[in-house]
């Protein structure tokens, strides 16, 4: 069984920074794409960021920049940095891991995804 577990996220003035993790743990063989999404009230889940299992990054326009993805493979870990916040910036962030179990299955996991708000 495997599990995606967040941290991180609350409440944050605009123009200030918070950093959020997503650890995976279980009956994992290997972890391919780490990466967060954000669902806004209203709106469609879009990418924020993924990083491959070397050093590859894809960004949203939308926070290149000012936010950064980073990954321990070690500890199955996924960071996002996210600076320069914008109340835009609000939303639900979800991590998402693509997994083969010890069993040689492989599917997308999902964490329960961290509130970001974004307010004064």
């Known amino acids: 069984q495997v599990q995606v577990v967040e941290s991180g996220g609350g409440l944050v003035q605009p123009g200030g920074s918070l950093r959020l993790s997503c650890a995976a743990s279980g009956s994992i063989r290997s972890i391919y794409v780490m990466g967060w999404y954000r669902q806004a009230p209203g709106k469609q889940r879009e990418l924020v960021a993924n990083i491959v299992s070397g050093t590859s990054t894809n960004y949203a326009d939308s926070v290149k920049g000012r936010f950064t993805i980073s990954r321990d493979n070690s500890k199955n870990t996924v960071y996002l940095q996210m600076n320069s916040l914008k109340p835009r910036a609000t939303a639900v962030y979800s991590c998402?891991?693509?997994?083969?179990?010890?069993?040689?299955?492989?599917?997308?996991?999902w964490g329960q995804g961290p509130q970001v708000t974004v307010s004064s």
């Open positions: 998402n891991a693509d997994i083969r179990t010890i069993a040689w299955a492989r599917r997308d996991y």
